[in-house]
């Protein structure tokens, strides 16, 4: 089991250490490779002149992210633990739906990962995760949304992997995400993207503590510029990501 | 129906309309000091309107704004301000931009931490409300908390509509001062028959640890100095849902192109899938001004067949 300090992300654990490689791979099956984390719409709309002004975007839509979906991440994790979880799921689900219908954009992106996730969890490494196979059940059946968060929490918590951890990883994905999107849309190359994401780790990692204790109720964006311009997602003229 | 809330707190008022026929009028309409309603006409069938002021023109830490307002059967509201609301770090600081304000001691509990305004809105499944105030202005290290939340009913055959405008600007430009706020803090909550629906929860706080010329979120909205949130629910067949279906399609009709540095208004719609004819729109300008001709040239447009001429042209002078 994980013993996971706050001041060190990654337990000293080799197992948990390689499911979390494992769970960063890009390769991960997860259909996140079309979603852009609101760069494409962010860049096309003049928010990125330079490639040396990436990593301040990166960091501002990082901290908005966290703000708004950590809470989220968190209330999945601990689902398991109250005397109904399934309900616990859908109460959490509904208050991340409210707070996601007025983005079409970004909620496109978190239904579509966020039953791919589970997906990946029932058939690679739980195949008898009853708590993961009846909540994917009921978002095949329309009954609820099926928000990416909440199930990230979930698949992370029933594969044993720490609060930290957890919160650490969804925000590095985001970040890993952003800068490989960058990469694809020419506006940086694969080394300086490289050397971008290390740099980002000090600041992700403040962004994560600041959100760690943050309630459902709590969850908020802090960046109504890039929420104006993710919206503009689909009036693209030419675009590459789906979102 | 709900019960009243104490409308005698300081900063607390209640609004409660009913319809008679063709005349929606205030069964009531008090509020406390520092808050004032002022009901005026519309001169449009059923429609009752009132102005909110903040004695000063705006609000002081410490001070706390509670509104409810229950629209009965086929009521009509439309509320409006008198001016953007100015949002004071204190008394000094109202003082010397030439607005003395004296206030009164009233509530119990500890000071609050700035400035809040929470409003409640029970609306009928025949009911329409509208609340389109002016911009908030925050000034430098002001603390700013809203939260509005909206009681939306149906019956089987009609649903409640709903126009709400929620924006502000980065502060008193003129004087320099673009995001020089401590925070600001919007959250509202729209359900329909008691289930959640719909939450937008905005928050700009500064997390500089010591005053900074920029703050921390200062750079992450440059060049745009206004924000605005609508919010529009119009569900069945009459002006407002062509209000909202005419937004709709100059959505729609826009294909964006690539730009080198970021336009001067840029907005978005998402549609609100579980209601009909429900829409949020989000607007970024570089002006005040350009956001409120968007607003009334595109996004409102029609609006008047709602609201009355008068009204419409009053609201976007």
Redesign the interface.
């Known amino acids: 089991m994980m013993a996971a300090s706050v001041n060190s992300p990654f337990s000293a654990d080799d197992k948990s250490n390689w499911l979390l490689y494992l769970l960063t791979d890009s390769a991960l099956p997860t259909g996140g490779f079309v979603a852009s984390s609101g760069l494409e719409a962010s ?5 990125i ?1 330079s490639a040396s002004t990436l990593p ?2 990166t960091l ?1 839509a990082a ?1 908005s992210f966290a ?1 708004n979906t950590v809470p989220f991440v968190r209330a999945g994790y601990y689902t398991v633990d109250s005397e109904d979880p399934i309900a616990a799921l859908e109460d959490a689900d ?2 991340c739906e ?2 996601m ?5 970004a ?1 496109r992106a978190s239904l579509a990962q966020g039953v791919a996730m589970l997906t990946l969890h029932i058939k690679c490494f739980s195949p008898d995760d009853e708590v993961v196979k009846q909540w994917k059940k009921m978002i095949r059946a329309g009954k609820v949304d099926g928000h990416f968060a909440i199930c990230f929490g979930l698949v992370c918590r029933q594969l044993s992997v720490s609060i930290e951890n957890t919160s650490h990883l969804w925000l590095y994905l985001f970040t890993r995400t952003l800068y490989s999107s960058a990469v694809r849309m020419n506006i940086i190359g694969p080394y300086e993207a490289q050397r971008m994401l290390l740099r980002a780790k000090e600041g992700i990692e403040d962004v994560v503590q ?1 959100t760690m204790h943050l309630t459902m109720d709590d ?14 997602h689909d ?4 675009r590459l990501f789906n979102s | 129906m709900p019960l009243p809330i104490a409308d005698f707190l300081p900063g607390a008022g209640s609004i409660i309309c009913n319809s008679f026929g063709t005349a929606t009028k205030f069964t009531r309409c008090h509020a406390q000091y520092p808050l004032k309603f002022i009901p005026t006409s519309t001169h449009v069938d059923n429609l009752a309107a009132a102005y909110i002021l903040s004695y000063g023109g705006g609000m002081l830490s410490g001070d706390e704004v509670d509104m409810t307002i229950e629209l009965n059967k086929n009521a009509d509201l439309l509320l409006m301000t008198q001016g953007s609301t100015k949002i004071f770090k204190d008394r000094e600081q109202s003082a010397v931009a030439g607005i003395p304000i004296s206030r009164l001691p009233g509530r119990d509990g500890p000071v609050i931490d700035g400035a809040s305004q929470t409003i409640d809105a029970f609306v009928s499944p025949t009911s329409m409300l509208l609340l389109l105030p002016d911009p908030v202005t925050s000034f430098k290290h002001s603390i700013y908390t809203s939260y509005q939340k909206f009681h939306l009913t149906s019956d089987g055959t009609s649903t409640s509509q709903l126009v709400l405008l929620d924006w502000f600007t980065s502060g008193r430009i003129a004087r320099g001062e673009k995001w020089h706020f401590k925070k600001y ?1 919007s ?1 509202i ?1 729209i359900r329909l028959d008691g ?11 500064d ?1 500089n640890k010591e005053w900074m010329p920029i703050s921390s ?1 200062a ?3 440059h060049p ?1 100095t206004c ?1 605005a ?1 609508l ?1 529009m629910i119009a569900p069945g067949q009459n002006e407002l849902s062509h209000v909202v279906q005419h937004c709709v399609e100059a ?2 009709r ?10 001067d208004l ?9 209601v009909e004819n429900g829409v ?1 729109v ?3 300008g570089t002006t005040t001004e350009m956001v409120k001709n968007f607003l009334k040239n595109e996004a409102l447009a029609n609006l008047d067949t709602v609201i009355g001429h008068g009204m419409y042209e009053k609201l976007f002078s």
């Open positions: 860049f096309q709309a003049g928010l002149p301040d975007f501002s901290h703000f509904a208050t409210a707070l219908i007025g983005n079409t954009v909620r600041k969850a908020c964006q802090t960046n109504p510029l890039l929420d104006v311009c993710q919206g503009m009036r693209l003229y030419t | 803090a959250k909550d289930r959640l629906l719909i939450r937008d929860n905005l928050v700009l706080e997390e979120f750079s992450r909205l745009h924000f949130t919010i959505f729609d826009l294909s964006i192109g690539q730009v080198k540095a970021p336009k840029i907005w978005s719609l998402s549609r609100l899938r579980h949020m989000r607007v970024a």
